[in-house]
């Protein structure tokens, strides 16, 4: 199956609908939950009730015994590698002889009906020696602690050193800061289809972030060779990081193969908080130091996350919480560690942000409270330090193009305020239910600004894969563009095809579905898809368009650094424009359709873009990032001090997009991720009691509705990276991590109190 995008004119910088906008508004979009296959079973799985507990045995004969059962495999019966993960494998696929998070999957069931499958799981007699559970990261850390692995608790530590270690200043202020647990609350939960297939393999129809990910994992564990495992991405109800990690895709295709028949497992919402990491809760120590003009000295840090039990990508997002863990700021003198640590709570990994947004709630709220000590605006101090091109990180590496921070801030400090509540009692937080009159409302005002960087980092080799063809069909060019990049809802599968009309100049794109039938294209995350697979696709077409020209009878021409250079090293100033080969001066050389002819031209790039360099292990130093970004937010809320309930009245943010592809879903981009910044901040927490999820529902883990989204003026500058494709920058996840600490400032500002852990709850706000 593939998806086709037409439009007229639909090219980059232009906002054409999005193929499955209607479909999925209407309700007829399939998504991965919608499979079906004849003869199909459903799969279920048995998890763990206790956080941490050693196996004594399993008794699976009344699953067995039960109509309609078809299959009842635990670990004995992993095929392949015992363990998976994304970048340490160190999680069993089943339980062994020891389970270390509530949840952990310990045995899996294929029936007839899902019901079936369930009671027939419920039906698994497990005997288990319960053992107390680590569950406080910093404490974890100690030498006498428990162990969560052999290999003890400290995944990874992330040091930071620059300047002069003895620097002293004029003015100190320090804080110790806590971000909760939060979940990306996709609305789409866990699900996909597994097929066995003739020739001893398995076909998988997934919602994932990463096929070839996926793909690495899924067949070690099942014992077969890469090419005996096909995997297609299915309709995929939201992300926001929590899709990278394999959650049933193993279990999925080994009943599939034990059986013979296609399975199909879905989870239910309450599953689906037990089957999916989440974003690290953080506990973090700043001391700011700056001089008597506000002009930063030194910043010192500590931050631990918590990675819970098993590794998923903790150590790249320390490595993110640690490197950014100043701001956007221009600092002498960086003394910072970051730790990532194994309990036996959820496990903990991607998620919209990436480690930046913990540690800006942290270096932001230490602005605001450096601001106060000093006597001067927050907004001035912000701008008084702000990084700008040239200036270095604290791991050394230099900003390389527009850095806009001080603008940005200019941007949202001068964007008119919110009129003042009016007489309408439903404008009043509380105001719908009539408990209050506004007579305990303030108004506050706070901003924050942060710095994200785009693509993986650390010397990883960061690609991606595209194939394009260009051929005559019903006598008219058309273009065929396959990826394996993942459509997570961002709008991926539209930007291709506009890359496509735009450098090949064809009215009619088909982007096929994401397969791993074509090379990696990595993973729908680090707001690298457009940047990393729109430069593939760009490279590819490139590729095609001088094939074209060399039928055409340019055999000389031959692409270099993306321009069509003659052997005698000139430019060929020749386009593809509505079917037409255009000379620069306007003169049609050629149809398109006439050159084709019957034969297509195809061909295949993969892109990257310039190397990153791991950090050194005692200093942190080195050229980690490939590229930054940069976004500002004001908000305005009211605040009912007496109630201890938060109205976010408004929200003004400004970022920088570098180039914006399609406007529409680049603004789409920055409110979604500012509402996620926003439930970060006054509402959503994953509640972990003694290593156990007490809410596990959309009843009691809160999430912004619309009636709780403000609205919001979005700026967006487009400012142009030089060594980015289109001059574009990533625009995902830096709404989300400056949003968080605006609207903290702006409780702060309306309250007085210091509000030092979000998200921030009545009880913070009226002491009870």
Same mark, same amino acid.
């Given at each position: ?10 090219? $980059? ?14 309700? @007829? ?5 919608? *499979? ?31 109509? #309609? ?15 998976? #993960? ?36 419920? /039906? ?178 500590? !931050? ?73 605006? +927050?907004?001035?101090?912000? $701008? ?53 009159? #506004? ?9 924050? !600004? ?48 506009? $890359? ?6 064809? @009215? ?74 255009? /000379? ?7 149809? *398109? ?20 360099? +791991? ?69 959503? @927490? ?27 003026? !979005? ?25 968080? +600490? ?22 913070? *706000?009226?002491?009870?």
């Amino acid at each position: 199956m593939s998806i086709t995008t037409v439009g007229a004119g639909a090219v $980059i910088g232009t906002s054409p609908l999005r193929p499955d906008g209607t479909l999925k508004v209407t309700g @007829e979009f399939a998504f991965s939950s919608d *499979l079906w296959a004849d003869r199909m079973l459903w799969g279920a799985t048995l998890r763990s009730p206790h956080p941490r507990a050693r196996i004594a045995g399993i008794d699976i004969t009344a699953a067995v015994a039960t109509t #309609g059962v078809h299959a009842v495999l635990t670990a004995e019966d992993v095929p392949g590698a015992k363990l998976y #993960g994304l970048e340490h494998r160190d999680q069993p696929v089943l339980a062994m002889g020891q389970v270390r998070y509530a949840g952990e999957p310990v045995a899996i069931v294929a029936a007839d009906h899902p019901e079936t499958a369930r009671r027939a799981a419920e /039906a698994i007699v497990v005997r288990y020696e319960v053992l107390p559970p680590v569950v406080d990261p910093v404490a974890a850390m100690d030498p006498g602690s428990d162990t969560v692995h052999e290999r003890g608790n400290l995944l990874r530590h992330v040091p930071i050193r620059k300047g002069d270690p003895a620097a002293a200043a004029a003015v100190v202020v320090s804080g110790e800061y806590e971000v909760g647990m939060q979940d990306q609350a996709f609305l789409g939960p866990e699900s996909g289809l597994a097929i066995p297939a003739e020739d001893g393999g398995v076909e998988l129809y997934i919602a994932t972030q990463w096929l070839h990910g996926d793909l690495g994992q899924v067949a070690d564990c099942l014992g077969l060779p890469p090419s005996k495992v096909r995997l297609s991405l299915a309709g995929v109800g939201g992300a926001f990081g929590g899709r990278e990690d394999v959650s049933m895709q193993v279990h999925a295709c080994m009943l599939a193969l034990h059986t013979g028949r296609p399975v199909k497992m879905v989870y239910s919402r309450e599953e689906s908080f037990h089957g999916h990491v989440h974003r690290h809760p953080a506990r973090m120590w700043y001391e700011h130091g700056a001089d008597a003009d506000g002009r930063l000295v030194y910043v010192k840090a500590r !931050i631990v996350l918590d990675g819970g039990a098993y590794a998923s990508t903790s150590m790249a997002v320390v490595a993110n919480a640690t490197t950014l863990g100043i701001g956007p700021y221009r600092v002498p003198s960086v003394e910072m560690d970051g730790y990532a640590v194994y309990t036996n709570n959820p496990p903990c990994g991607a998620m919209r942000g990436f480690g930046a947004v913990q540690a800006c709630f942290a270096y932001e709220s230490q602005m605001d409270r450096l601001a106060a000590a000093l006597g001067i605006d +927050p907004v001035e101090l912000r $701008i008084r330090n702000a990084l700008a091109p040239g200036d270095t990180m604290p791991t050394g590496q230099a900003v390389r193009g527009p850095a806009p921070v001080a603008d940005l801030l200019d941007r949202v400090r001068a964007a008119p305020a919110p009129p003042h509540r009016g007489e309408d009692l439903r404008q009043l937080p509380g105001g719908v239910a009539n408990t209050t009159h #506004g007579e305990g409302v303030r108004r506050g005002v706070g901003y924050g !600004i942060g710095i994200k960087n785009v693509g993986f980092s650390e010397g990883f080799d960061d690609y991606s894969t595209a194939r394009v063809r260009l051929e005559v069909v019903g006598g008219e060019a058309v273009a065929v563009v396959h990826t394996a990049a993942a459509e997570v809802g961002q709008g991926l599968v539209t930007v291709q095809a506009q $890359i496509a009309r735009t450098e090949l100049g064809v @009215e009619q794109v088909t982007v096929a579905t994401a397969d791993t039938s074509v090379g990696s294209a990595g993973s729908s995350s680090a707001s690298r898809q457009t940047y990393v697979t729109g430069g593939a696709v760009k490279a590819a077409c490139e590729a095609v368009r001088a094939a074209v020209l060399r039928r055409a009878g340019r055999d000389d021409v031959r692409l270099r650094d993306g321009r069509l250079v003659a052997a005698d090293g000139t430019v060929v100033d020749v386009r593809l424009r509505d079917g037409r080969l255009v /000379a620069g001066d306007g003169t049609v050389v050629a149809v *398109l359709a006439d050159v084709l002819g019957d034969e297509p031209i195809e061909e295949t790039v993969e892109w990257r873009h310039r190397p990153t360099h +791991p950090l050194d292990p005692r200093t942190g130093q080195g050229d980690a990032h490939v590229q930054y970004a940069f976004a500002a937010h004001r908000a305005t809320v009211d605040v009912d001090v007496e109630l201890g309930l938060v109205r976010v009245v408004e929200i003004a943010t400004a970022q920088d997009v570098g180039r914006a592809l399609h406007p529409q879903s680049v603004r789409g981009q920055i409110a979604g991720g500012t509402a996620q910044g926003l439930g970060l901040a006054v509402m959503e @927490e994953i509640q972990v009691v003694d290593g156990l999820i007490r809410n596990p529902s959309f009843t009691d883990y809160l999430i912004p509705t619309i009636l709780d989204v403000p609205p919001m003026r !979005i700026d967006v500058l487009e400012l142009g990276d030089p060594e980015a494709p289109y001059g574009l920058r990533g625009v995902g996840e830096p709404p989300t991590i400056s949003s968080t +600490p605006a609207i903290v400032a702006a409780i702060r500002a309306a309250t007085g109190l210091a509000l030092n852990r979000v998200p921030v709850r009545p009880e913070h *706000l009226t002491g009870t």
